[in-house]
């Protein structure tokens, strides 16, 4: 029979308060393990996640504040837009649109382009004023990496992974159309809304690429500026697929997590440390996984010469400096965390670096035993490239005597010493 979820809902009430006045509440020989294990059971069965995904948000929220996230994700999102400021000005662009029959308000006093979309009469993907390019169908919480950035007039910016466009175009609209934005994504498929976005949108100093953005730096480098919007798990945005509750697991979690590394450290080469207006990175997910966030951000401070600074944005979360078991550097305080629940807007998380030197540090001291490790090997080698008369001494001395080659390696020298006889005669 199908589970009652009217008598699990009245379970999981019943445990959360036990949980939180434990020494007065419990039963009696019934353990807080034996009921956080039941907890996330019901949790699992009402809200339809997978166990994976459940126990990994109750390490990141307090109990209490998992349910208020857990609720925000059964809601959608309002839907927002951003003002083309390359076209015309918010006040002008929301009177049309309550002409229309929209009914809309701006977005928050941290932004001066969004406006928030509470109902309306036509659709909002097809009104003239859209067609014409005055507006972007747009998350808030995309508004915030590209304010994050602070784009200047005149800088050479890349937006390493830009499908389909949105934060391209809210650069652009920054810069005035000044400068350079290269906008490139890894898949040919999803540029083609880029195209389509910034022809409408007016973008004229944009020229688009499809380039894997791990090979960038052997591509092109010297940016002032570098957006990482890098692709994850999107654990932010289960509100706008459902599908992430139960489709994602350990393996790709870590499959997302080693990708973001691989292109944050090509987005950090991309950088000029000597830019004068620049040298910053702003790396962002759609995902609240320590693994995917604080773990790379930590990652990128250890292997380049890269500190972490103020996002420049007042609201959020800070970032974890320890999770569990983990310590990660004490400047993961000004990362930003952003929630459904805390402020209506996707899941996010942004952290902006600031790049101080071109050189590449070499690898950690921890690191060099594994190298040592596997030097050894190419010894035998050596000695078989090594010239012919240095090998009969070495053949003659004690330390060749008790350290013989292996039978493979003699028939090989034999053979070449065979080659080389016609050639000197």
């Given at each position: 029979e199908p589970p009652d979820l009217h008598v699990i809902h009245q379970r999981i009430q019943g445990n959360m308060e036990v949980l939180q006045d434990f020494g007065v509440k419990r039963e009696e020989g019934r353990s807080r393990q034996e009921?956080?294990?039941?907890?996330?059971?019901?949790?699992?069965?009402?809200?339809?996640?997978?166990?994976?995904?459940?126990?990994?948000?109750?390490?990141?929220?307090?109990?209490?504040?998992?349910?208020?996230?857990?609720?925000?994700?059964?809601?959608?999102?309002?839907?927002?837009?951003?003002?083309?400021?390359?076209?015309?000005?918010?006040?002008?662009?929301?009177?049309?649109?309550?002409?229309?029959?929209?009914?809309?308000?701006?977005?928050?006093?941290?932004?001066?382009?969004?406006?928030?979309?509470?109902?309306?009469?036509?659709?909002?993907?097809?009104?003239?004023?859209?067609?014409?390019?005055?507006?972007?169908?747009?998350?808030?919480?995309?508004?915030?990496?590209?304010?994050?950035?602070?784009?200047?007039?005149?800088?050479?910016?890349?937006?390493?992974?830009?499908?389909?466009?949105?934060?391209?175009?809210?650069?652009?609209?920054?810069?005035?159309n000044t400068g350079m934005i290269l906008a490139n994504d890894s898949s040919a498929e999803r540029l083609r809304s880029v195209v389509g976005n910034l022809h409408r949108l007016g973008v004229t100093n944009a020229v688009v690429s499809n380039c894997d953005g791990r090979q960038f730096p052997k591509v092109l480098g010297g940016f002032d500026r570098v957006l990482l919007d890098a692709p994850c798990s999107g654990t932010g945005v289960i509100s706008k697929d459902p599908a992430v509750k139960t489709n994602k697991d350990e393996k790709d979690i870590l499959r997302c997590a080693h990708l973001q590394k691989e292109l944050i450290l090509s987005a950090i080469d991309s950088v000029n440390a000597a830019s004068e207006t620049g040298?910053?990175?702003?790396?962002?997910?759609?995902?609240?996984?320590?693994e995917e966030n604080e773990w790379v951000v930590d990652y990128a401070l250890k292997k380049r010469n890269v500190r972490l600074v103020a996002t420049g944005l007042d609201f959020g979360k800070e970032g974890f400096t320890?999770?569990?078991?983990?310590?990660?550097?004490?400047?993961?305080?000004?990362?930003?965390?952003?929630?459904?629940?805390?402020?209506?807007?996707?899941?996010?998380?942004?952290?902006?670096?600031?790049?101080?030197?071109?050189?590449?540090?070499?690898?950690?001291?921890?690191?060099?035993?594994?190298?040592?490790?596997?030097?050894p090997p190419a010894v035998p080698d050596t000695i078989i490239t090594e010239p012919l008369p240095k090998k009969k001494k070495l053949e003659g001395s004690k330390g060749d005597k008790e350290q013989k080659l292996p039978q493979p390696a003699l028939k090989k020298k034999r053979s070449l010493q065979a080659q080389r006889r016609p050639l000197r005669a």
């Open positions: 009921y956080l294990a039941q907890l996330r059971r019901d949790m699992a069965a009402y809200y339809s996640y997978s166990d994976y995904l459940l126990t990994k948000l109750m390490d990141i929220f307090p109990l209490p504040e998992l349910i208020k996230f857990l609720e925000a994700n059964e809601v959608p999102r309002p839907v927002t837009i951003r003002t083309n400021t390359l076209k015309t000005r918010r006040r002008d662009l929301a009177q049309a649109l309550i002409n229309r029959g929209v009914n809309l308000d701006p977005l928050g006093k941290w932004s001066k382009t969004g406006l928030v979309i509470y109902d309306s009469t036509v659709p909002i993907g097809a009104t003239p004023e859209y067609l014409a390019g005055h507006y972007m169908l747009q998350g808030a919480s995309s508004l915030l990496p590209v304010m994050a950035l602070a784009p200047q007039e005149n800088e050479r910016i890349l937006d390493m992974c830009c499908a389909p466009g949105g934060k391209t175009s809210y650069i652009a609209q920054l810069m005035k040298g910053y990175i702003v790396y962002c997910t759609c995902s609240i996984m320590v320890r999770f569990k078991d983990r310590r990660f550097h004490p400047s993961l305080k000004s990362t930003r965390r952003f929630y459904p629940h805390t402020h209506n807007m996707d899941g996010f998380f942004i952290a902006k670096f600031k790049k101080f030197s071109n050189a590449i540090p070499q690898a950690q001291k921890d690191e060099e035993p594994a190298v040592e490790a596997a030097a």
